[in-house]
């Protein structure tokens, strides 16, 4: 039987990515949803504040993967903790009462975007988040970080750095960061895949860019992600054949100038 897996945010630039990659290796049972249903590319309607919708969608569900995200930075006590946060809580509700397996969150760098860009960062350290987005990925985190922890459920969080969807960086901040299609796709059926007894990780979700702000080497012994891509090596190709690339280095790895 195939494993079963939930999608959310399934229409958004990198869930569509995902679950249009999962239902394309064979190997899965996958469903897609978003806020709007979309008939014609599969994904059904699910509006997260909805308990009732939120337990039909996880029933026999073995793993989530939560790349749902209202996009609003500034209104951060009505959309940011009230949508995103309030909202992780409910899917986390709904997937133990279903008895989901594991649920993999769509984190961010920005999580920890305060460290200086000359800084070796590795996940187990403090939180440094750069904005408000930053701060609701370490919210929902740590919520994972408690349901582990309660033994109700696994929890992996990945801090997805650059994602522009057409498999190159554009600028030289991003070539740092970046992660292509399909190293994103490897990476998160590497977690789908890792070993049950893992309940909680938290991995920064970048290909094999020689400029990396992260040490991703680890990933291949512990979950087997071995990336494809190399940012860096795209940003020399891209100035080969003339294409413009921005300069946007900053003092922090989240970008920020302050």
């Known amino acids: 039987m195939k494993r079963k897996l939930l999608v959310t945010g399934a229409s958004g630039r990198i869930g569509y990515t995902i679950y249009q990659g999962l239902r394309e290796d064979g190997r899965y049972d996958v ?18 504040a909805d308990d009732a919708r939120m337990a039909e ?20 006590l009505g959309k940011v903790l009230r949508g995103n946060v309030a909202g992780a809580y409910k899917l986390f509700e709904a997937a133990v009462q279903s008895g989901v397996k594991r649920i993999i969150f769509a984190s961010s760098n920005h999580a920890t975007g305060f460290y200086k860009t000359d800084e070796q960062v590795d996940p187990s350290d403090p939180y440094r988040p750069d904005s408000f987005y930053g701060l609701s990925k370490c919210y929902i985190e740590l919520l994972g970080r408690l349901y582990a922890d309660q033994g109700k459920i696994s929890s992996f969080n990945i801090r997805i750095g650059n994602f522009p969807g ?93």
């Open 31 to 48: 469903i897609g949803a978003d806020i709007e249903e979309n008939a014609e590319q599969g994904i059904v309607q699910m509006d997260i």
């Open 57 to 76: 969608l996880t029933q026999n569900v073995d793993t989530v993967l939560h790349f749902a995200w209202i996009k609003d930075e500034e209104d951060f």
């Open 166 to 258: 057409d498999d190159r960086p554009h600028s030289e901040r991003a070539g740092h960061i970046w992660i292509s299609e399909r190293d994103m796709l490897q990476l998160v059926i590497c977690c789908i895949e890792a070993k049950e007894e893992m309940q909680y990780l938290n991995l920064y979700g970048t290909s094999a860019n020689s400029d990396n702000y992260y040490d991703i080497a680890y990933l291949e012994e512990l979950i087997g992600y071995k990336p494809l891509d190399d940012g860096a090596e795209l940003l020399v190709q891209a100035r080969a054949q003339g294409r413009e690339i921005r300069q946007d280095e900053t003092v922090y790895q989240g970008g920020q100038k302050k």
